[in-house]
């Protein structure tokens, strides 16, 4: 790791502003300024406060992560030129340079056997997406979100689903925090935060695991600076070395960026990849051996407290140690701190559910926040960091295989209408289907689907067996490209967020709803998603079984939410009342539980064997100048890295594979290589080792964790090699 690199400071508000300047600083400025919900990070901003301010009234002076979202989305059109070229040519192209070529203003089709894109009229686009739909059977298709979309879009993608005849049914959640959804389910009885933003302001200890947000969740540091200035702590779990959690320099702060970055972590604890459970069971072990569990809360609001205690205490340090590599002192000394904490807040990211056994994972972390009764009392509680603006949104208005029974029998009540029963196939099962040739139609709202899935060569092969793919988004991307040399594809574009002709709303990761107005003009091609949809629904749907039309409003579909989903009931009036709100039932602080018994439940789970067939193990992650799969610039500024092609590897493992910072390795697993990557010292657990998502997807297999579907994108087992390439 290069030495003295800071998070954040000077340097970030030049780029920012330099990012700025190219789209033009008065267009970035109304862009940011406008009363609609940040379009990037889950954690959540604008809304009717208007532009970066956040729920608490907080005005954060740069993130430029923001920025960057609305860089892509401020440029004009793609010159119609481009799609002289075909795939082929385009394909040249890496995902930086797709997005820049411009914003989609006009639908553009690729027919099966063709060598590229054409574009065609809005009237040929519906003719062809309603053939292709009308030609399948239900049960051969289905239908992906990505966490961009709205609600009112969301809620009308899963609709039209279903009333056409399928659940095939999922979101990008699939690939992130599913894990988070099925262990908090089990754990608390629903599947999001605890806390709310409001709570980070007077917690005086901050556990944040497998999370980087110096990079993902910029003002996410603010908070963890603030707990440690107020005499908090601030325990940060992660096998790297980030230089952003070490220190970071906060813009707005120019003492901070005078000495060169204030402090974030108290105490930085760096396991082996996969080793996260194993910790959280030394910490446990370690504050029951301290006594300090909270009793009377275990006794009063939990299930199964005794059977964990018993399993901790039957668990060896040494196989805590040798599971983790962290030592018994070090995680005394740990739990010795959140003994003392009077308010806890257990904050992740996919660090903990990128793994076959992430549902284990988190229940873990609920079962270390429970154990002290820091779950359901205010300031205190459970923090999943989401990536994209809306994908927690998606998921509460039913873009999922499986609707809570609740949700289902609403639905079916409200509509008078009969939804299909059979379960719906999630993510990684829909392209299963589709390499077994049992998918003939797709589609996807949103998002980069063959780049966020693993094992590259193989979702390539299996989106091309489905025979059309319509895909709806701003700009273009590889799946617009990829796995489509023998099928067909349509693919629309849409406005975004702040360019929507009616209002939309949001969901944070906080549970917070906002509300965001849209309504700025910037290209005649696009069209809003909720109109798309409902065009394609009124061809697939007799009028008699179900009116679509109905929806053209999109109060409208606010108020079907409100019925239909509980918890939303105030979504109905938040155009008139402008009154943005949290989702009922979920914020806890107090010991109310949703599951049957009213008690939160401890949940035992053996601390996993990772496979090791080959000597490394590899995380896939993301880098400062990454949003998800779009790559905004190929320099890591805080890693230090220049390129993308570059491993991080411990220097015991450089020396041992004779070579140094700087030259270049192979990287081999069971699916795939990267080969020529340029290995970069840093700080890490000896054989881990760290490579960019989605890079690196062509490493990492379809293995997934059996409870929440998703892939193992952060505990891949791999063997390095000097490479053969000249250095
Ligand atoms: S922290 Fe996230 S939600 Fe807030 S402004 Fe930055 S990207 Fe947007």
């Known amino acids: 790791m290069k030495d003295n690199i800071t998070?954040?400071?000077?340097?970030?508000?030049?780029?920012?502003?330099?990012?700025?300047?190219?789209?033009?600083?008065?267009?970035?400025?109304?862009?940011?300024?406008?009363?609609?919900?940040?379009?990037?990070?889950?954690?959540?901003?604008?809304?009717?406060?208007?532009?970066?301010?956040?729920?608490?009234?907080?005005?954060?002076?740069?993130?430029n992560k923001s920025v960057q979202a609305q860089s892509t989305d401020l440029q004009p059109p793609i010159p119609l030129e481009v799609f002289n070229h075909d795939l082929h040519d385009l394909k040249e192209l890496d995902e930086s340079e797709l997005a820049k070529l411009g914003r989609l203003t006009t639908p553009i089709y690729k027919a099966a056997g063709a060598l590229g894109y054409t574009p065609v009229s809005w009237q040929e686009?519906?003719?062809?997406?309603?053939?292709?739909?009308?030609?399948?059977?239900?049960?051969?298709?289905?239908?992906?979100?990505?966490?961009?979309?709205?609600?009112?879009?969301?809620?009308?993608?899963?609709?039209?689903?279903?009333?056409?005849?399928?659940?095939?049914?999922?979101?990008?959640?699939?690939?992130?925090?599913?894990?988070?959804?099925?262990?908090?389910?089990?754990?608390?009885?629903?599947?999001?935060?605890?806390?709310?933003?409001?709570?980070?302001?007077?917690?005086?200890?901050?556990?944040?695991?497998?999370?980087?947000?110096?990079?993902?969740h910029p003002r996410f540091?603010?908070?963890?600076?603030?707990?440690?200035?107020?005499?908090?702590?601030?325990?940060?779990?992660?096998?790297?070395?980030?230089?952003?959690?070490?220190?970071?320099?906060?813009?707005?702060?120019?003492?901070?960026?005078?000495?060169?970055?204030?402090?974030?972590?108290?105490?930085?604890?760096?396991?082996?990849?996969?080793?996260?459970?194993?910790?959280?069971?030394?910490?446990?072990?370690?504050?029951?051996?301290?006594?300090?569990?909270?009793k009377a809360f275990l006794a009063a609001h939990t299930d199964d407290a005794q059977v964990y205690i018993d399993a901790v205490k039957n668990t060896s340090w040494q196989e805590i140690a040798e599971a983790c590599g962290i030592?018994?002192?070090?995680?005394?000394?740990?739990?010795?701190?959140?003994?003392?904490?009077?308010?806890?807040?257990?904050?992740?990211?996919?660090?903990?559910?990128?793994?076959?056994?992430?549902?284990?994972?988190?229940?873990?972390?609920?079962?270390?926040?429970?154990?002290?009764?820091?779950?359901?009392?205010?300031?205190?509680?459970?923090?999943?960091l989401r990536g994209h603006s809306n994908v927690q949104g998606i998921g509460t208005i039913g873009v999922k295989p499986v609707l809570s029974s609740e949700v289902f029998e609403a639905i079916e009540k409200h509509f008078d209408v009969e939804l299909p029963t059979k379960v719906g196939m999630d993510t990684m099962a829909c392209l299963e289907a589709a390499d077994r040739g049992e998918i003939d139609a797709a589609l996807l709202m949103g998002g980069n689907l063959y780049s966020a899935t693993p094992n590259s060569t193989w979702a390539k092969s299996a989106l091309d067996r489905i025979g059309f793919t319509l895909c709806l988004t701003t700009t273009l991307n590889r799946t617009h490209l990829y796995g489509l040399d023998n099928s067909s594809a349509l693919v629309l574009p849409v406005k975004a967020r702040d360019e929507e002709h009616q209002a939309t709303t949001q969901e944070s990761m906080f549970n917070y709803i906002r509300l965001s107005d849209g309504g700025i003009h910037r290209h005649d091609g696009a069209r809003s998603e909720v109109d798309i949809l409902i065009e394609l629904a009124s061809q697939l749907v007799d009028v008699a079984k179900f009116d679509f039309k109905q929806f053209h409003q999109h109060k409208s579909i606010r108020a079907a939410i409100a019925a239909t989903v509980p918890g939303l009931e105030q979504l109905a009036?938040?155009?008139?009342?402008?009154?943005?709100?949290?989702?009922?039932?979920?914020?806890?602080?107090?010991?109310?539980?949703?599951?049957?018994?009213?008690?939160?439940?401890?949940?035992?789970?053996?601390?996993?064997t990772l496979s090791t067939n080959r000597p490394y193990t590899l995380a896939s992650v993301r880098s400062e100048g990454q949003f998800n799969t779009i790559i905004y610039e190929q320099a890591d500024t805080y890693r230090g890295a220049t390129i993308r092609e570059c491993l991080f590897i411990n220097a015991a493992d450089l020396a041992s594979l004779g070579i140094k910072d700087g030259d270049l390795v192979d990287v081999h697993s069971d699916t795939g290589s990267l080969l020529g990557y340029q290995a970069i010292l840093f700080d890490l657990p000896r054989s881990n080792v760290l490579a960019y998502f989605p890079e690196a997807n062509i490493l990492i297999s379809t293995d997934r964790d059996e409870r929440s579907k998703t892939p193992a994108f952060k505990s891949v087992s791999v063997s390095i090699v000097a490479s053969k390439t000249a250095n």
């Open 327 to 384: 030592g018994c002192d070090e995680i005394q000394r740990v739990a010795q701190k959140y003994c003392q904490a009077k308010h806890a807040v257990f904050a992740w990211g996919m660090g903990i559910t990128h793994h076959k056994h992430g549902v284990d994972n988190v229940e873990e972390i609920a079962n270390l926040a429970l154990l002290r009764g820091m779950i359901g009392r205010p300031y205190s509680g459970l923090l999943p």
């Open 221 to 294: 540091i603010y908070k963890l600076q603030a707990c440690r200035e107020r005499g908090g702590e601030v325990v940060i779990v992660n096998p790297a070395k980030e230089p952003g959690l070490v220190r970071f320099a906060m813009p707005k702060s120019a003492r901070s960026l005078l000495i060169g970055g204030s402090p974030i972590a108290t105490e930085y604890l760096q396991p082996n990849i996969g080793g996260d459970l194993a910790l959280l069971r030394g910490i446990a072990k370690a504050v029951i051996e301290q006594d300090g569990c909270a």
């Open 125 to 216: 686009a519906a003719s062809i997406s309603a053939k292709a739909f009308r030609n399948s059977q239900p049960e051969r298709t289905f239908f992906y979100s990505s966490g961009r979309s709205s609600n009112e879009a969301g809620f009308i993608l899963q609709l039209l689903a279903r009333i056409y005849g399928t659940n095939n049914v999922s979101n990008c959640s699939y690939y992130c925090h599913q894990a988070t959804s099925e262990g908090l389910g089990q754990s608390i009885g629903h599947g999001t935060a605890t806390v709310e933003l409001e709570d980070l302001s007077s917690c005086d200890f901050i556990m944040l695991l497998g999370a980087n947000p110096a990079s993902n």
């Open 573 to 608: 009036s938040i155009d008139v009342a402008k009154r943005e709100f949290h989702v009922n039932n979920r914020i806890l602080h107090s010991p109310v539980f949703n599951t049957t018994s009213g008690r939160a439940r401890f949940n035992v789970n053996p601390i996993p």
């Open 7 to 63: 998070g954040g400071g000077l340097k970030k508000v030049l780029y920012t502003l330099k990012l700025a300047q190219k789209t033009g600083l008065r267009s970035t400025a109304k862009a940011l300024n406008s009363r609609n919900t940040c379009k990037t990070c889950g954690l959540g901003m604008g809304g009717q406060r208007g532009g970066m301010t956040n729920e608490l009234g907080e005005f954060p002076s740069v993130c």
